[in-house]
C-alpha cells in the first residue's frame, strides 16, 4: 500500500466542452472551452471536470487501491473535490477544497483518476454535517456537506468561470479574462453575489421518484402491510444512487415540499396493497415507472402522475378512490404512458383518470393552470426573485413589443405583460402553450399571445410578419439556445436581451455570440433555485452596443 502525499497545484480550472460546432464563428466561440474533457463526463454539454496538470504522460503515479493522502484544491462542477496526488489529478466525491483526506484510489485513467474518501484528516471550515439520512447513497444532493453560505459563493464563482473560460468576458473584481489584447479586451460584467434562500429547505413543488421491486421484508414500513404475492417482491420508490440505476427506497427527502413526500409514500403503500409491480428496464416487464408529485405552495392543490408502461393499470378504480380517501388535496390523478426503451421519464399519452387535468398554483399574483407535461420552475419561491429581476432587467415602460422565448406555461411572459405593450411567446411543447393562453385569460392579460413551435422556426418567421421587438428574453432548456435563434436576435437588433439559464456553459457560450454580434453582457444575477445540488441559474442583462452608448451620454 502506497502513501503518497498529494502536491497542490494552483489550476483547477476546468477545459470544457458545451457541445456546438458553432461553425464559422470566432475560435473563442467555436471552442467554447472544448479542449481536453475527462472520459467519464459523459454529459457533453455541462462543464467538465479540470484538465490534468500532466495531460499526456502515459504511467500515472498511482495504482487502483492505493491509499493516499490529498490536498483538495477545488471542486468541480459536478461537485467532486480535486486533489493532486504527485501532480496526478484525482477527483474525490465528498471532498471540499482546502480540506486534506486520506482515499483510495479506485479508478486510474491515463491522465486522471478516481478516489473514494476515507477520512478527513484536515476539515475545511466550509463542512458541515449533512443533514439528510441517505445523502451519502442517494444522488439528488451533491453539496449538503457544505455550508449553505458557501454554496452561494461557490455558484457566484462558477458562473465567473464560464463567463470568464468560455465566454471570455471580463468580470469586474477578478484577476480572469482571457482576452489577447487591448482590441480584444471586453468591459467587465458584474456577477452580483448569489440570491438565497432563507430557509433552503423542503422547496421543490415536484417529485418524479422512479419505482422499484425489492425483497418484501427488507425494506423499512414493508412489514404488516397485507401484501399480494409477487414472489416475495413489493414496491418500492426512491433516488437512483449515485451514478447508478439502483432505487434507493426513501421515506423522506429533506428538498421536497412535505406534500410530495407524503403523497409519494401514500401512492407506495396502497400500490403495494393493490399488488402493483413496478417497470423493470433490464426486461422491459412491469407497470409502474415513476409516481411524479408536484403541488402549488400556494393554493396547496397536488397532482399526481402515474407514468405507466403500459395502459392498463389493474384495480385503478380502487387506487383512485384510496388516493382520494387519503389525500384530500389532491386535485388531479393522471396516467402517463411510457412504453419505450428510455430513460426519459414521459411518454406520449397523456390521461386524466381522476379530477382535473391541472393544478393551480400562484406566482406574485399571478395564477398559472399547470398540467402534467408542462414545465414549472421547482422552486416558486426563488422563482419570483429570478423572474422579477428579470422583469427589471427588460426595464418595461408599457409600450415595447417583447418576445419571451421558450416561454413554458407563460410564467415569464405574464410578469412581463403587465408592464408591457405586447408579449409574444413561443415554446415547443403545445400542452405548455395551452396553459399559457389559459393562463392568459385566467389573470384577464390580453396583451400577450403565445404560439407552439420550436423559437428558432417561428422567431424568424415573425420577423418576416414584421414584429419587430424592443426586447428579447431567453430561457432556453440546458443546452442552450439554438443557433438559428441567436442569428434571428442578432438579425432582430432588440434593444435588449435578458438571458436566463440554467446552465452557465452553454450561457456562456451563447453570450459570447451575442457579443460578437453587437452586444454587450451588463450584468448577471446568479440565483440559487436548487439549494444543496450543484446546479446554478442565472438571469443576464444584455444591451445593444448603441443602447450602452445611449444610457451612457443621456
Ligand atoms: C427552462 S424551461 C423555461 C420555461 C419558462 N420560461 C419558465 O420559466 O417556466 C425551457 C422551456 O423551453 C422549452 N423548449 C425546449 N426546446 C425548445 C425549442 N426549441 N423551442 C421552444 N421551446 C423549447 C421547454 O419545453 C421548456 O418549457
Same mark, same amino acid.
Given at each position: 500500500?502506497?502513501?503518497?502525499?498529494?502536491?497542490?497545484?494552483?489550476?483547477?480550472?476546468?477545459?470544457?466542452?458545451?457541445?456546438?460546432?458553432?461553425?464559422?464563428?470566432?475560435?473563442?466561440?467555436?471552442?467554447?472551452?472544448?479542449?481536453?474533457?475527462?472520459?467519464?463526463?459523459?454529459?457533453?454539454?455541462?462543464?467538465?471536470?479540470?484538465?490534468?496538470?500532466?495531460? +499526456?504522460? $502515459?504511467?500515472?503515479?498511482?495504482?487502483?487501491?492505493?491509499?493516499?493522502?490529498?490536498?483538495?484544491?477545488?471542486?468541480?462542477?459536478?461537485?467532486?473535490?480535486?486533489?493532486?496526488?504527485?501532480?496526478?489529478?484525482?477527483?474525490?466525491?465528498?471532498?471540499?477544497?482546502?480540506?486534506?483526506?486520506?482515499?483510495?484510489?479506485?479508478?486510474?485513467?491515463?491522465?486522471?483518476?478516481?478516489?473514494?474518501?476515507?477520512?478527513?484528516?484536515?476539515?475545511?471550515?466550509?463542512?458541515?454535517?449533512?443533514?439528510?439520512?441517505?445523502?451519502?447513497?442517494?444522488?439528488?444532493?451533491?453539496?449538503?456537506?457544505?455550508?449553505?453560505?458557501?454554496?452561494?459563493?461557490?455558484?457566484?464563482?462558477?458562473?465567473?468561470?464560464?463567463?470568464?473560460?468560455?465566454?471570455?468576458?471580463?468580470?469586474?473584481?477578478?484577476?480572469?479574462?482571457?482576452?489577447?489584447?487591448?482590441?480584444?479586451?471586453?468591459?467587465?460584467?458584474?456577477?452580483?453575489?448569489?440570491? @438565497?434562500?432563507?430557509?433552503?429547505?423542503?422547496?421543490?413543488?415536484?417529485?418524479?421518484?422512479?419505482?422499484?421491486?425489492?425483497?418484501?421484508?427488507? $425494506? &423499512?414500513?414493508?412489514?404488516?402491510?397485507?401484501?399480494?404475492?409477487?414472489?416475495?417482491?413489493?414496491?418500492?420508490?426512491?433516488?437512483?444512487?449515485?451514478?447508478?440505476?439502483?432505487?434507493?427506497?426513501?421515506?423522506?427527502?429533506? $428538498?421536497?415540499?412535505?406534500?410530495?413526500?407524503?403523497?409519494?409514500?401514500?401512492?407506495?403503500?396502497?400500490?403495494?396493497?393493490?399488488?402493483?409491480?413496478?417497470?423493470?428496464?433490464?426486461?422491459?416487464?412491469?407497470?409502474?415507472?415513476?409516481?411524479?408529485?408536484?403541488?402549488?405552495?400556494?393554493?396547496?392543490?397536488?397532482?399526481?402522475?402515474?407514468?405507466?408502461?403500459?395502459?392498463?393499470?389493474?384495480?385503478?378504480?380502487?387506487?383512485? &378512490?384510496?388516493?382520494?380517501?387519503?389525500?384530500?388535496?389532491?386535485?388531479?390523478?393522471?396516467?402517463?404512458?411510457?412504453?419505450?426503451?428510455?430513460?426519459?421519464?414521459?411518454?406520449?399519452?397523456?390521461?386524466?383518470?381522476? +379530477?382535473?387535468?391541472?393544478?393551480?398554483?400562484?406566482?406574485?399574483?399571478?395564477?398559472?393552470?399547470? &398540467?402534467?407535461?408542462?414545465?414549472?420552475?421547482?422552486?416558486?419561491?426563488?422563482?419570483?426573485?429570478?423572474?422579477?429581476?428579470?422583469?427589471?432587467?427588460?426595464?418595461?415602460?408599457?409600450?415595447?413589443?417583447?418576445?419571451?422565448?421558450?416561454? @413554458?406555461?407563460?410564467?415569464?411572459?405574464?410578469?412581463?405583460?403587465?408592464?408591457?405593450?405586447?408579449?409574444?411567446?413561443?415554446?415547443?411543447?403545445?400542452?405548455? $402553450?395551452?396553459?399559457?393562453?389559459?393562463?392568459?385569460?385566467?389573470?384577464?392579460?390580453?396583451?400577450?399571445?403565445?404560439?407552439?413551435?420550436?423559437?428558432?422556426?417561428?422567431?424568424?418567421?415573425?420577423?418576416?410578419?414584421?414584429?419587430?421587438?424592443?426586447?428579447?428574453?431567453?430561457?432556453?432548456?440546458?443546452?442552450?439556445?439554438?443557433?438559428?435563434?441567436?442569428?434571428?436576435?442578432?438579425?432582430?437588433?432588440?434593444?435588449?436581451?435578458?438571458?436566463?439559464?440554467?446552465?452557465?456553459?452553454?450561457?456562456?457560450?451563447?453570450?459570447?455570440?451575442?457579443?460578437?454580434?453587437?452586444?454587450?453582457?451588463?450584468?448577471?444575477?446568479?440565483?440559487?433555485?436548487?439549494?444543496?445540488?450543484?446546479?446554478?441559474?442565472?438571469?443576464?442583462?444584455?444591451?445593444?452596443?448603441?443602447?450602452?452608448?445611449?444610457?451612457?451620454?443621456?
Amino acid at each position: 500500500m502506497s502513501k503518497i502525499k498529494g502536491s497542490a497545484k494552483s489550476n483547477t480550472g476546468g477545459k470544457s466542452s458545451v457541445g456546438r460546432n458553432t461553425g464559422g464563428r470566432s475560435n473563442a466561440a467555436r471552442n467554447a472551452g472544448g479542449q481536453s474533457k475527462p472520459a467519464r463526463n459523459t454529459e457533453a454539454k455541462s462543464v467538465g471536470r479540470s484538465a490534468p496538470a500532466n495531460a +499526456g504522460s $502515459i504511467h500515472a503515479p498511482v495504482n487502483k487501491n492505493d491509499d493516499v493522502t490529498v490536498e483538495i484544491i477545488g471542486l468541480t462542477h459536478e461537485g467532486e473535490g480535486v486533489g493532486r496526488a504527485d501532480g496526478f489529478t484525482l477527483f474525490i466525491q465528498g471532498a471540499l477544497p482546502g480540506e486534506t483526506v486520506h482515499a483510495r484510489v479506485m479508478k486510474v485513467k491515463k491522465t486522471y483518476g478516481y478516489a473514494k474518501l476515507l477520512e478527513i484528516v484536515e476539515p475545511s471550515a466550509d463542512r458541515v454535517e449533512a443533514p439528510c439520512a441517505i445523502y451519502k447513497q442517494c444522488g439528488g444532493c451533491q453539496l449538503q456537506h457544505m455550508d449553505y453560505a458557501a454554496q452561494l459563493k461557490w455558484k457566484r464563482q462558477h458562473v465567473i468561470d464560464s463567463l470568464e473560460r468560455i465566454g471570455k468576458l471580463r468580470v469586474a473584481g477578478t484577476e480572469g479574462g482571457t482576452a489577447d489584447n487591448e482590441d480584444d479586451a471586453r468591459h467587465a460584467v458584474v456577477v452580483h453575489p448569489t440570491i @438565497g434562500m432563507g430557509e433552503p429547505w423542503r422547496y421543490r413543488n415536484k417529485a418524479s421518484v422512479p419505482m422499484g421491486m425489492a425483497i418484501s421484508g427488507l $425494506i &423499512s414500513g414493508a412489514e404488516g402491510l397485507p401484501q399480494p404475492d409477487l414472489n416475495g417482491e413489493h414496491l418500492i420508490g426512491g433516488f437512483y444512487a449515485r451514478g447508478s440505476h439502483r432505487i434507493i427506497d426513501m421515506d423522506e427527502c429533506l $428538498i421536497q415540499h412535505n406534500s410530495n413526500d407524503d403523497i409519494v409514500a401514500k401512492v407506495k403503500a396502497i400500490g403495494r396493497e393493490l399488488g402493483i409491480v413496478a417497470y423493470n428496464e433490464e426486461t422491459g416487464r412491469g407497470l409502474l415507472r415513476h409516481v411524479m408529485a408536484r403541488v402549488g405552495f400556494v393554493t396547496g392543490e397536488a397532482m399526481i402522475v402515474l407514468i405507466t408502461n403500459g395502459s392498463r393499470i389493474p384495480n385503478v378504480e380502487q387506487w383512485i &378512490s384510496r388516493i382520494r380517501e387519503e389525500i384530500p388535496s389532491v386535485t388531479s390523478i393522471v396516467q402517463n404512458i411510457n412504453k419505450r426503451d428510455t430513460n426519459v421519464i414521459f411518454g406520449d399519452e397523456t390521461h386524466v383518470l381522476w +379530477g382535473s387535468e391541472v393544478i393551480y398554483d400562484e406566482l406574485d399574483g399571478i395564477r398559472f393552470a399547470i &398540467s402534467a407535461r408542462s414545465f414549472y420552475q421547482v422552486n416558486p419561491v426563488q422563482t419570483v426573485a429570478l423572474y422579477r429581476k428579470a422583469v427589471e432587467y427588460a426595464a418595461l415602460t408599457g409600450n415595447e413589443q417583447v418576445i419571451d422565448a421558450y416561454c @413554458g406555461i407563460g410564467t415569464i411572459s405574464l410578469f412581463l405583460a403587465r408592464q408591457a405593450g405586447h408579449v409574444h411567446g413561443v415554446e415547443i411543447v403545445p400542452e405548455a $402553450i395551452e396553459d399559457a393562453k389559459r393562463n392568459a385569460a385566467l389573470n384577464g392579460i390580453a396583451n400577450a399571445s403565445f404560439e407552439a413551435g420550436p423559437a428558432e422556426v417561428v422567431i424568424p418567421r415573425w420577423r418576416q410578419e414584421g414584429i419587430v421587438p424592443d426586447v428579447i428574453v431567453v430561457d432556453p432548456p440546458r443546452k442552450g439556445c439554438d443557433e438559428a435563434l441567436l442569428d434571428t436576435i442578432l438579425a432582430m437588433k432588440p434593444k435588449r436581451v435578458v438571458y436566463v439559464s440554467c446552465n452557465p456553459a452553454t450561457l456562456a457560450r451563447d453570450l459570447h455570440v451575442l457579443e460578437d454580434g453587437g452586444y454587450r453582457t451588463v450584468e448577471v444575477q446568479p440565483v440559487d433555485m436548487f439549494p444543496h445540488t450543484v446546479h446554478v441559474e442565472s438571469v443576464v442583462l444584455l444591451l445593444r452596443n448603441e443602447t450602452v452608448y445611449q444610457i451612457a451620454y443621456k
